[in-house]
Nanobody, 130 residues
Framework: VQLVESGGGLVQAGGSLRLSCAASGLTFGDFAIGWFRQAPGKEREGVSCFSASDGSTAFGSSGKGRFTLSEDHARNAVILQMNGLEPEDTGTYYC????????????????????????WGIGTLVTVSA
């Protein structure tokens, strides 16, 4: 299984970034694809969840109203659009594949925790300057 992230970078507060996670080696519709982030000195936290089986989504409290999710069917990819970024959004963002959060489990009723994740991407750094 490979989860390949792209789209991180440096942006000023109030700006936007678009993160992409392309998944291969798994049956895309059987898993949820989530984004987690980890700020320096903090625990990894769930940001969003996307279930390709029916388009179910969930967002953590930090991203509600600012972040949106979409799917790129051709690439088996999930896109996280982040708007209104704040310095508190700085961290490494990890793509994750989860069976427990997928259609045979909780189907993105929540964003889950690291314990729900079966596969991780290597992460992409997002830095938001004040």
């Amino acid at each position: 299984v490979q989860l390949v992230e792209s789209g991180g970078g440096l942006v000023q507060a109030g700006g936007s970034l678009r993160l992409s996670c392309a998944a291969s080696g798994l049956t895309f519709g059987d898993f949820a694809i989530g984004w987690f982030r980890q700020a320096p000195g903090k625990e990894r936290e769930g940001v969003s969840c996307f279930s390709a089986s029916d388009g179910s989504t969930a967002f953590g409290s930090s991203g509600k109203g600012r972040f949106t999710l979409s799917e790129d069917h051709a690439r088996n990819a999930v896109i996280l659009q982040m708007n209104g970024l704040e310095p508190e959004d700085t961290g490494t963002y990890y793509c994750a594949a989860s069976w427990a959060l997928g259609p045979y489990g909780r189907n993105c009723q929540d964003v889950g925790t690291s314990n729900d994740v079966d596969f991780w991407g290597i992460g992409t750094l997002v830095t938001v300057s004040a």
